[in-house]
């Protein structure tokens, strides 16, 4: 919701929008002003609005840049949002019902969002260009002028001599690849440099294999496997079918600007004393490693590394992260859902009723739209369209903090064909799936929509039933790391649901539940307590315990895996009273008491166990009572008894080991006595 102080300038266009500036002045408590043609004949009266300081909200998008040059121009320093209230609601055939939807819009555009931080690429313009006949020399003949190029020729690689080398040309197959743009490494394989003698194709000289070069651009004309897993997402790596000219041309020229310094975000912040992943060299979890498409998460120790130079910023890795040492920075979650806030607040408190937000990105989701309110009806007015940068993203915390703020129901737009693996998506929504049922909200809540054609999302958005809103709708505003804010996202959902169950089970892999163990075989070692990243599993200093605190687990498996006695299960779940629910002891037994000097040392059936297993079976603690007391002893009374009496545990009466001299002299007496007899 906007601030009372914040102007809010919104235009007709021409006539061509309805504007209900009652709706917007409700939904966002600012000073609301109308236009008819803002960015002409009226741009005189923006200049007189922008001189002042006041914060400023434009409802236009179209214009933007108009409107920062003139701000500019009359010397305005305080930034400027803009939010497009035309495409995505004023040209609808709905239009007359979308002022609560445009105070959201608004209301979403005035929520600040901090700039993510950037990791920088630099490239000298060193290409490998890989191919299988003329058409990688083709390629390199376009490039030569303006790229380091080198020439790599699948086996046979029968072609003819270049009249002119103006460039390597070199036999071999590339075998793997690594890196990104301006620091790619290549292993290629049957490599050869061809003969200058060459007359009628190429004679190469003997191949090798396991050679290795490095390049800062790959251009792969192959037509075969792509060397990265997502490979319309590594930066530096370009693809084209070498049968269609015009796809290579394009590649070509996209490798020609890739010369120079470039910057990309940092998608992912990561904190590796959060992360779950091994303890000791026990692997515990693995939900980035399994989910990114791109492999820029790879095993660090008992952490994970995440490259930032490969990452593509899907966000799966954020979105699945259970402890939230993996988090999103473009934006924040905390600064995304404040901006989710402010939008269904504003669009509730206008006389909005059962919102649908629409999540998309702004590469495919807002050409559809665009497309849809310029040739088509435009989107229904209870239809608020989230704009992220990745849908995949989103986790569950957004989703929780939707329905606590408002939400009728959620949709994701994705591509009909994926840019990449969306597993993490589908995760994320079977995990809220059964929250949102288990709270009373009902089936069909949340979905995805995967078309690239404007007419179906708009059949598939007519398609939702009516569905009511949370009946006790929060308005809590976020703050924090990303699990905090989960956690309190699930609270005020659970206050605000139509049936606020208390314990929900969750399917596995959750990032909530509790530790169940099996009482009589547990031996309370409490490896399962060194081995847990969160502090869920927890002793006591003073009494042999084992406890369980659910609110602090993530379901990470590093107990179930450490456990020498395997009798550690996770019990996915959602406990809504974890939170305030006290250390739930699991296992206690009695101490064992020194019986020197009476302090408690250990658990005492352990000790007892320990006794049972040595008395007259092991050689060290035949027939003598004093050696199996020393086990019942604290650490510093056996040291004291040793020190005292001279005691040696190991000074016991045993057969001397037979040693070679023991088995010869055995064969000599033998050799004797057969004489003797004769």
């Not at 309805?18 to 409700?26: G, M, T």
């Not at 590469?363 to 310029?374: K, M, N, V, Y």
């Not at 002891?585 to 101490?591: A, F, I």
Request: aromatic share 6%; hydrophobic share 40%; glycine share 8%.
């Amino acid at each position: 919701m906007a601030e009372s102080g914040r102007h809010l300038l919104i235009c007709s266009c021409d006539g061509t929008v309805p504007l209900d500036a009652d709706a917007i002045r409700r939904g966002c408590r600012g000073e609301v002003m109308t236009a008819t043609q803002l960015c002409r004949a009226e741009l005189d009266r923006f200049r007189t609005i922008a001189v002042t300081e006041t914060p400023l909200t434009v409802g236009c998008t179209q214009e933007a840049a108009l409107f920062s040059e003139a701000a500019a121009e009359i010397g305005r320093a305080s930034p400027i949002e803009f939010s497009n209230i035309r495409e995505t609601a004023g040209w609808s055939s709905e239009a007359a019902q979308t002022g609560p939807k445009m105070a959201a819009l608004l209301a979403a555009a005035a929520e600040p969002l901090p700039s993510a931080p950037f990791v920088e690429l630099r490239s000298n313009g060193v290409i490998l260009i890989g191919g299988r006949d003329e058409v990688a020399i083709e390629a390199g003949n376009l490039l030569k002028d303006h790229l380091d190029v080198t020439v790599l020729i699948e086996p046979p690689a029968a072609i003819a001599p270049p009249r002119i080398a103006d460039f390597p040309v070199a036999k071999g197959k590339v075998r793997n690849a690594k890196g990104h743009l301006g620091a790619f490494e290549v292993t290629v394989d049957d490599f050869a440099q061809p003969a200058p003698s060459s007359r009628g194709t190429l004679v190469f000289a003997l191949s090798r294999n396991d050679t290795r070069s490095s390049c800062d651009i790959i251009l792969d004309l192959t037509g075969g496997s792509a060397l990265f897993p997502a490979a319309d997402l590594r930066d530096g790596y370009l693809r084209a079918d070498p049968n269609h000219p015009a796809a290579m041309l394009q590649a070509v020229l996209k490798a020609r600007d890739l010369v120079g310094t470039f910057e990309k975000p940092r998608y992912v912040a990561f904190d590796a004393a959060r992360c779950a992943h091994s303890r000791s060299q026990v692997t515990g979890c693995t939900r980035c490693l399994d989910l990114c498409p791109t492999g820029a998460i790879t095993p660090a120790g008992d952490r994970v590394a995440v490259d930032a130079s490969i990452c593509a910023g899907c966000g799966q890795c954020a979105a699945a992260c259970p402890t939230g040492a993996a988090s999103y920075a473009l934006p924040p979650e905390d600064a995304l859902m404040r901006k989710l806030r402010a939008m269904l607040i504003a669009y509730r408190e206008a006389g909005g009723e059962q919102a649908i937000v629409l999540l998309h990105d702004d590469s495919h989701g807002a050409p559809l739209i665009d497309a849809l309110a310029r040739f088509g009806d435009g989107l229904p007015a209870h239809v608020l369209p989230f704009v992220v940068n990745e849908v995949t993203q989103v986790g569950l915390e957004f989703v929780a903090a939707a329905f606590a703020y408002g939400a009728a129901a959620m949709r994701f737009l994705l591509r009909a064909r994926a840019r990449h693996d969306v597993t993490g998506l589908m995760q994320t929504l079977a995990l809220a799936e059964p929250i949102l049922e288990g709270l009373g909200f009902g089936g069909s809540r949340i979905a995805t929509i995967e078309t690239d054609d404007p007419e179906a999302l708009l059949a598939a958005l007519h398609a939702i039933p009516p569905m009511p809103s949370a009946p006790r709708p929060a308005s809590f505003r976020p703050v924090g790391r990303k699990r905090d804010v989960l956690r309190f996202a699930l609270s005020e959902l659970h206050r605000a649901a139509p049936v606020p169950a208390d314990i929900i089970a969750l399917p596995e892999g959750a990032p909530f539940g509790a530790v169940e163990i099996d009482v009589a075989g547990c031996t309370l070692c409490l490896s399962c307590v060194s081995a847990c990243p969160t502090g869920a599993l927890r002793d006591d200093a003073e009494r042999p315990m084992l406890r369980f605190v659910e609110d602090a687990c993530v379901q990470c498996g590093l107990c179930e895996a450490t456990c020498p006695e395997h009798v550690v299960t996770l019990k996915p779940q959602l406990d809504f009273g974890a939170a305030r629910a006290p250390a739930r002891v699991l296992k206690e037994e009695e101490p064992f008491c020194c019986i020197r000097c009476g302090k408690p040392f250990g658990v005492k059936s352990t000790i007892e166990r320990v006794v049972a297993k040595l008395e007259g079976k092991h050689w060290m603690y035949k027939g003598s009572s004093r050696r199996l007391d020393v086990i019942r002893m604290c650490d510093d009374c056996r040291v004291a008894v040793a020190a005292e009496e001279s005691f040696d545990p190991y000074a016991v009466q045993r057969q001397p080991a037979r040693t070679t001299d023991d088995y010869l002299r055995e064969r000599e007496a033998q050799k004797h006595n057969g004489r003797d007899k004769s």
